[in-house]
């Protein structure tokens, strides 16, 4: 009977982690650019998991919370894409209606990277790229490059 009552809470509890995956960091470094991939000039803008970057605040219960938009006060997971992975050094924010998630791209001076997350700025040949601090983003600043992609195989 005690036996029965552990599993439940263990499907539970994995049922309830379900949502986030902290993945696996990715091997991209022995992808490179071949003639599948399609040279588009785009505008490529930083990011990092501060609370300007992402719009989110602590409210009074220290909890992370969406400090505009539809979601203004509703909690959010800081430092996870849309795609409900955990951020990396090669996660993009795109525009996918143009650019599904898990098309590859490379970015001249940053590397190979996946569209994983959105943003509400991002919107045609404009992708944002992640970087672990702050400083990092805002050095990169913006720029026009041309962006080697590759479109996921279906
Ligand atoms: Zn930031």
């Known amino acids: 009977m ?34 599948n991939w399609q040279k588009v000039e785009m505008i490529v803008t930083a990011y990092c998991h501060c609370t300007s970057c992402c719009g989110w605040v602590l409210n009074d219960k220290k909890q992370a919370v969406y400090s505009y938009g539809k979601n203004k006060g509703k909690r959010k997971k800081v430092a996870y894409t849309s795609s409900r992975v955990y951020v990396q050094h090669g996660t993009i924010a795109a525009d996918i209606s143009m650019h599904a998630y898990g098309t590859k791209m490379y970015i001249p001076g940053y590397g190979l990277g996946v569209v994983e997350d959105i943003g509400g700025k991002i919107k045609g040949k404009h992708i944002d790229i992640y970087f672990t601090n702050h400083q990092n983003a805002l050095e990169w600043g913006r720029k026009t490059l041309s962006v080697q992609i590759l479109k996921p195989s279906s």
């Open 2 to 35: 005690l036996s029965k009552f552990i599993s439940l809470f263990i499907v539970l509890v994995l049922l309830s982690c379900q949502p986030f995956i902290k993945r696996k960091p990715q091997s991209l470094s022995n992808q490179l650019p071949g003639p």
